[in-house]
């Protein structure tokens, strides 16, 4: 087998050398019961070329050829070369959590780089060196507000990704923490009176996400004013990090939970992406996951340690802020990679980007007399159209013309089954957009 | 001093300060196309509070100085690819690049977890052979694979347990964890909502099943047992442990993080484990990456199945996958979309290229612990002398005569060209370490490694300074942690507005 390096005469040396007569007798301390005594029944083995042929035959059986209006907490963004290059690297890709910090400063360099620029694009004080995703962020930033409070109740906006809350609830169900949510106004914003009613000296914190999953920009200085007012936290989640190229960010809140899949990493058919905690330095010592300090060595070389360990499970165990061990590192040198090549203007300008197209294809799309935006708000590059009739069939009409169409609202809000979200970012070409326009005004014009 | 070590050599590395002290005003790494629709006023579209100016501290560099800042930082790190890297528990084995090379696949990577089901049936065949090919493995009845880790597929799997159990009208208070587990299987069972008690294992590090038997009752959900154990040996009497839990009505947890000593050769559903979980990470190769992405498929007993999380692959009766959500006894959603897809990718790559020979890899894997342990016996303490499966456990209790601990011995392995072994764990074994060699040993690296440790026993007995001083090969030495943790530096700031420049 070509990743096992053994001639089969040194395989035996080394049987004699433990003084074994086979390998079975390597195994004789699980229960004879319960030893295999014939094969597996896997597929395989196979070869390299076999294997590149079984998957891009799966490939071959998915979306390629079709144009896509979906964001919804993924984006298809350029992804640059250099981004992949560098976390193609055996030393990044290879190499274990940087515990031994003589031979991981690499590692460790880059992490202290990826919070430094999580805290500057979020406008924080301190960040982690990721979390799972960014729906487990929010959950965990939610457990965070719990303890840093000592108050056992979240309410959380329903213009938070529908995904994200099902996390939350799975994670406050045992936590002792009780969930309330409430909904939008007109604007597609939350709905600021109702949070307000809903608020009071039991809450931990308010939990919003911009921009929103309807696609709209939340005021957050304003909810940052109303959780502070009732001693609550304010918890900002961000699913499109490139937003914050040109968003104002979200610097009132006390924690940040943020998605930064966007920054160079892949779809790939939901994962792995790379979350982030951010946050206000007074927090940091309950913050979740891994922290990278600067530090020095004898000779007074500088150098980067994990730090704050006290918090995590491997020295607190049944007392850690969180159980997480394994995060999303090789995906938070990917998002580093990528915005240090992006870099101030290049942010900028993509977010702009993103902005404009949106924005073009909003106006392409309402020129088409029976849709019309559902909600007035301020959006970033994703917004709600309402249609004359239900999304869902209105793109199985669009598929026959290879276009996946705007995600149908009414499978995570009954009450939108006539409203569809269409994302457009910078890989969009004008003529796609004016080709979805052109096919919706036809499938809408001919009569059901 | 340096004729004994013949596996590492000096060389040049580069320096290289933070990327944002390399930045200017004007440089940059990218350019876009320009914009083929109008462009648009920021304030007027968004209104002026809502936009942001550019941000402060930004880096400003090329491509090349991109690439230069991050290759340089890359040579500062050990990997598997420079050599063995034997951390005791982590599995670090060989990471195949014609993984890396299908994940990226254009129809693989592109994909999006919300187009329709029909546009995605090469995912879910992916994510369903997959899910067979870890239940063939496991001999376990049900699976998610939505798990982004070990830790959350530990806290799946506890939340599994708890489902089930108040299904039957008691989700009980307690769970058992052996002093000898993870860190994460207390931080994950309280998280769960259950309180934790340890339970001490016996002389010889194992479970110790007459004391089970006096503690299991009606409070007990569940034992959380890590199999083979920490100290890298196989629970003897798992099944009889298994036994006693169900008795009671509790279940049995495993902890597979050490599943390379088992893959082909014995399955935990058929020694009583109800529910467990794996690191793809770990046994299934996909890699480390400096501390991530893995992913924590878990595997379950058929009384588990109907509250796995949600979504679960189905069939439908057209004969095609979709995902399906509408699963009333659901625990719910441990994570958005479909998992850590791109690392199920590579896992299913892995396994496809091994197929039933997997039981190759894993008597390799064993064979080389054992070799070390042979070869090393009679210069480390073994505390637990059971037959050791896939890693083996040695104390620094010899060596501390000479006031020479683990730590710095590990750190002296550095300068032999290895990455040091796990340190401090598994917590039974006072200095522990901790070696795991995987298969992806050739016989000479072994021996290399095997001879660095016998050199730095005699030095530890000759010259213990040198050892307890070491690294003396690298960029950095050891750094101050205390300080570090003391006083937290946790980013890079600017200089500060008038203060002086260079």
Same mark, same amino acid.
């Given at each position: 087998?070509?990743?096992?390096?053994?001639?089969?005469?040194?395989?035996?040396?080394?049987?004699?050398?433990?003084?074994?007569?086979?390998?079975?007798?390597?195994?004789?301390?699980?229960?004879?019961?319960?030893?295999?005594?014939?094969?597996?029944?896997?597929?395989?083995?196979? &070869?390299?070329?076999?294997?590149?042929?079984?998957?891009?035959?799966?490939?071959?059986?998915?979306?390629?050829?079709?144009?896509?209006?979906?964001?919804?907490?993924?984006?298809?963004?350029?992804?640059?070369?250099?981004?992949?290059?560098?976390?193609?690297?055996?030393?990044?890709?290879?190499?274990?959590?940087?515990?031994?910090?003589?031979?991981?400063?690499?590692?460790?360099?880059?992490?202290?780089?990826?919070?430094?620029?999580?805290?500057?694009?979020?406008?924080?004080?301190?960040?982690?060196?990721?979390?799972?995703?960014?729906?487990?962020?929010?959950?965990?930033?939610?457990?965070?507000?719990?303890?840093?409070?000592?108050?056992?109740?979240?309410?959380?906006?329903?213009?938070?990704?529908?995904?994200?809350?099902?996390?939350?609830?799975?994670?406050?169900?045992?936590?002792?923490?009780?969930?309330?949510?409430?909904?939008?106004?007109?604007?597609?914003?939350?709905?600021?009176?109702?949070?307000?009613?809903?608020?009071?000296?039991?809450?931990?914190?308010?939990?919003?996400?911009?921009?929103?999953?309807?696609?709209?920009?939340?005021?957050?200085?304003?909810?940052?004013?109303?959780?502070?007012?009732?001693?609550?936290?304010?918890? +900002?989640?961000?699913?499109?990090?490139?937003?914050?190229?040109?968003?104002?960010?979200?610097?009132?809140?006390?924690?940040?939970?943020?998605?930064?899949?966007?920054?160079?990493?892949?779809?790939?058919?939901?994962?792995?992406? +790379?979350?982030?905690?951010?946050?206000?330095?007074?927090?940091?010592?309950?913050?979740?996951?891994?922290?990278?300090?600067?530090?020095?060595?004898?000779?007074?070389?500088?150098?980067?340690?994990?730090?704050?360990?006290?918090?995590?499970?491997?020295?607190?165990?049944?007392?850690?802020?969180?159980?997480?061990?394994?995060?999303?590192?090789?995906?938070?040198?990917?998002?580093?990679?990528?915005?240090?090549?992006?870099?101030?203007?290049?942010?900028?300008?993509?977010?702009?980007?993103?902005?404009?197209?949106?924005?073009?294809?909003?106006?392409?799309?309402?020129?088409?007399?029976?849709?019309?935006?559902?909600?007035?708000?301020?959006?970033?590059?994703?917004?709600?159209?309402?249609?004359?009739?239900?999304?869902?069939?209105?793109?199985?009409?669009?598929?026959?013309?290879?276009?996946?169409?705007?995600?149908?609202?009414?499978?995570?809000?009954?009450?939108?089954?006539?409203?569809?979200?269409?994302?457009?970012?910078?890989?969009?070409?004008?003529?796609?957009?004016?080709?979805?326009?052109?096919?919706?005004?036809?499938?809408?014009?001919?009569?059901? | 001093?340096?004729?004994?070590?013949?596996?590492?050599?000096?060389?040049?590395?580069? &320096?290289?300060?933070?990327?944002?002290?390399?930045?200017?005003?004007?440089?940059?790494?990218?350019?876009?196309?320009?914009?083929?629709?109008?462009?648009?006023?920021?304030?007027?579209?968004?209104?002026?509070?809502?936009?942001?100016?550019?941000?402060?501290?930004?880096?400003?560099?090329?491509?090349?100085?991109?690439?230069?800042?991050?290759?340089?930082?890359?040579?500062?790190?050990?990997?598997?690819?420079?050599?063995?890297?034997?951390?005791?528990?982590?599995?670090?084995?060989?990471?195949?690049?014609?993984?890396?090379?299908?994940?990226?696949?254009?129809?693989?990577?592109?994909?999006?977890?919300?187009?329709?089901?029909?546009?995605?049936?090469?995912?879910?065949?992916?994510?369903?052979?997959?899910?067979?090919?870890?239940?063939?493995?496991?001999?376990?009845?049900?699976?998610?694979?939505?798990?982004?880790?070990?830790?959350?597929?530990?806290?799946?799997?506890?939340?599994?347990?708890?489902?089930?159990?108040?299904?039957?009208?008691?989700?009980?208070?307690?769970?058992?964890?052996?002093?000898?587990?993870?860190?994460?299987?207390?931080?994950?069972?309280?998280?769960?909502?259950?309180?934790?008690?340890?339970?001490?294992?016996?002389?010889?590090?194992?479970?110790?099943?007459?004391?089970?038997?006096?503690?299991?009752?009606?409070?007990?959900?569940?034992?959380?047992?890590?199999?083979?154990?920490?100290?890298?040996?196989?629970?003897?009497?798992?099944?009889?442990?298994?036994?006693?839990?169900?008795?009671?009505?509790?279940?049995?947890?495993?902890?597979?993080?050490?599943?390379?000593?088992?893959?082909?050769?014995?399955?935990?559903?058929?020694?009583?484990?109800?529910?467990?979980?794996?690191?793809?990470?770990?046994?299934?190769?996909?890699?480390?990456?400096?501390?991530?992405?893995?992913?924590?498929?878990?595997?379950?007993?058929?009384?588990?199945?109907?509250?796995?999380?949600?979504?679960?692959?189905?069939?439908?009766?057209?004969?095609?996958?979709?995902?399906?959500?509408?699963?009333?006894?659901?625990?719910?959603?441990?994570?958005?979309?479909?998992?850590?897809?791109?690392?199920?990718?590579?896992?299913?790559?892995?396994?496809?290229?091994?197929?039933?020979?997997?039981?190759?890899?894993?008597?390799?894997?064993?064979?080389?612990?054992?070799?070390?342990?042979?070869?090393?016996?009679?210069?480390?303490?073994?505390?637990?002398?059971?037959?050791?499966?896939?890693?083996?456990?040695?104390?620094?209790?010899?060596?501390?005569?000479?006031?020479?601990?683990?730590?710095?011995?590990?750190?002296?392995?550095?300068?032999?060209?290895?990455?040091?072994?796990?340190?401090?764990?598994?917590?039974?074994?006072?200095?522990?370490?901790?070696?795991?060699?995987?298969?992806?040993?050739?016989?000479?690296?072994?021996?290399?490694?095997?001879?660095?440790?016998?050199?730095?026993?005699?030095?530890?007995?000759?010259?213990?300074?040198?050892?307890?001083?070491?690294?003396?090969?690298?960029?950095?030495?050891?750094?101050?942690?205390?300080?570090?943790?003391?006083?937290?530096?946790?980013?890079?700031?600017?200089?500060?507005?008038?203060?002086?420049?260079?």
């Amino acid at each position: 087998m070509r990743y096992l390096p053994k001639s089969p005469s040194e395989r035996q040396a080394m049987l004699e050398a433990i003084g074994a007569r086979s390998t079975e007798d390597l195994f004789t301390s699980i229960p004879a019961a319960y030893r295999l005594k014939q094969p597996l029944n896997l597929p395989g083995p196979l &070869s390299e070329m076999e294997i590149i042929e079984y998957f891009r035959g799966r490939a071959n059986e998915n979306s390629r050829g079709y144009t896509c209006f979906l964001g919804a907490g993924v984006y298809n963004h350029h992804r640059l070369v250099v981004t992949d290059t560098i976390i193609q690297r055996g030393e990044f890709l290879t190499s274990y959590t940087p515990y031994q910090p003589e031979i991981s400063q690499g590692t460790l360099q880059a992490i202290f780089e990826f919070q430094t620029l999580m805290c500057q694009l979020t406008g924080q004080e301190v960040a982690n060196a990721s979390m799972w995703d960014g729906s487990t962020a929010l959950a965990e930033a939610a457990l965070m507000a719990e303890r840093v409070t000592g108050r056992h109740r979240v309410v959380v906006s329903r213009t938070v990704h529908p995904e994200y809350r099902q996390v939350l609830t799975t994670y406050a169900r045992n936590a002792g923490l009780q969930v309330e949510e409430v909904g939008w106004a007109a604007a597609g914003q939350v709905d600021a009176q109702a949070l307000s009613a809903a608020v009071n000296d039991a809450t931990a914190a308010v939990i919003v996400q911009t921009p929103n999953f309807l696609g709209v920009l939340e005021q957050v200085p304003q909810l940052a004013e109303l959780a502070r007012a009732k001693g609550a936290l304010l918890v +900002v989640a961000v699913t499109e990090a490139v937003s914050l190229g040109i968003v104002r960010p979200p610097a009132e809140a006390d924690i940040v939970a943020m998605e930064a899949q966007s920054f160079g990493l892949p779809p790939s058919y939901g994962g792995p992406f +790379v979350g982030v905690i951010a946050t206000r330095e007074k927090f940091v010592r309950q913050m979740p996951g891994r922290l990278t300090g600067q530090t020095t060595d004898h000779d007074g070389r500088r150098g980067f340690v994990l730090t704050l360990a006290t918090r995590e499970q491997h020295i607190r165990r049944e007392k850690a802020t969180s159980n997480i061990c394994t995060n999303q590192a090789l995906c938070a040198l990917a998002a580093s990679v990528h915005l240090c090549l992006l870099g101030k203007e290049g942010l900028r300008e993509l977010a702009a980007q993103n902005l404009a197209k949106a924005r073009f294809a909003a106006a392409e799309l309402e020129k088409i007399p029976s849709v019309r935006r559902a909600f007035a708000g301020p959006s970033f590059n994703e917004f709600v159209v309402t249609l004359p009739r239900s999304v869902r069939l209105v793109n199985a009409e669009l598929l026959k013309e290879k276009i996946v169409g705007p995600l149908p609202l009414g499978s995570f809000y009954p009450e939108l089954t006539k409203q569809g979200l269409v994302c457009v970012t910078e890989t969009t070409p004008r003529s796609e957009i004016e080709r979805l326009a052109a096919s919706l005004r036809q499938i809408l014009e001919t009569p059901v | 001093m340096t004729d004994r070590i013949k596996k590492a050599g000096r060389h040049v590395n580069q &320096s290289e300060g933070l990327i944002f002290e390399k930045s200017a005003p004007g440089k940059r790494g990218m350019e876009l196309p320009p914009l083929d629709v109008p462009a648009v006023d920021a304030r007027q579209a968004l209104g002026a509070a809502q936009v942001r100016d550019a941000v402060d501290g930004f880096p400003e560099v090329s491509e090349i100085e991109v690439i230069r800042h991050f290759t340089r930082l890359s040579t500062w790190n050990y990997a598997i690819d420079l050599g063995m890297y034997p951390l005791g528990s982590c599995t670090m084995k060989y990471n195949p690049r014609v993984n890396e090379y299908v994940a990226r696949l254009d129809g693989i990577a592109t994909e999006h977890p919300y187009q329709p089901a029909e546009l995605s049936q090469g995912c879910l065949k992916i994510l369903e052979t997959l899910q067979n090919c870890l239940l063939e493995i496991t001999g376990m009845d049900a699976i998610t694979l939505e798990p982004a880790s070990g830790a959350q597929g530990e806290l799946t799997g506890m939340l599994l347990i708890r489902a089930c159990l108040e299904s039957r009208g008691n989700a009980r208070k307690k769970v058992l964890i052996p002093d000898s587990a993870h860190g994460t299987n207390p931080a994950t069972a309280v998280i769960a909502g259950y309180q934790v008690e340890n339970i001490r294992s016996d002389a010889q590090g194992q479970i110790d099943v007459a004391r089970l038997k006096e503690i299991v009752n009606d409070d007990v959900a569940a034992l959380m047992v890590t199999n083979p154990s920490t100290v890298g040996v196989f629970e003897q009497r798992i099944a009889e442990a298994a036994e006693i839990l169900h008795a009671k009505g509790a279940l049995l947890y495993m902890d597979g993080a050490n599943m390379n000593a088992l893959a082909g050769v014995a399955r935990p559903g058929d020694f009583g484990v109800d529910v467990m979980h794996l690191n793809l990470h770990k046994t299934f190769s996909t890699p480390h990456g400096g501390g991530g992405p893995g992913a924590g498929p878990v595997m379950v007993k058929k009384i588990l199945e109907p509250f796995l999380p949600v979504p679960v692959l189905a069939r439908k009766a057209d004969g095609s996958l979709a995902l399906d959500t509408n699963r009333p006894k659901s625990i719910g959603r441990v994570r958005a979309f479909c998992g850590n897809f791109g690392v199920l990718v590579r896992a299913l790559a892995y396994t496809l290229a091994y197929g039933p020979g997997i039981r190759q890899a894993t008597e390799d894997a064993v064979l080389n612990a054992n070799y070390i342990r042979k070869r090393l016996e009679a210069h480390y303490e073994l505390p637990y002398k059971l037959p050791s499966l896939h890693e083996v456990v040695f104390s620094d209790v010899r060596q501390k005569k000479h006031g020479v601990s683990t730590i710095d011995i590990a750190k002296r392995l550095i300068d032999y060209g290895f990455h040091p072994y796990t340190t401090a764990f598994p917590l039974i074994v006072s200095g522990a370490l901790m070696i795991e060699p995987t298969e992806s040993e050739s016989k000479e690296e072994c021996d290399l490694f095997i001879d660095a440790m016998r050199s730095i026993a005699e030095e530890a007995a000759t010259n213990s300074e040198l050892v307890k001083t070491a690294p003396h090969s690298t960029r950095v030495g050891r750094l101050d942690e205390v300080t570090a943790a003391r006083k937290p530096i946790l980013r890079w700031r600017p200089r500060a507005t008038g203060e002086a420049a260079d």
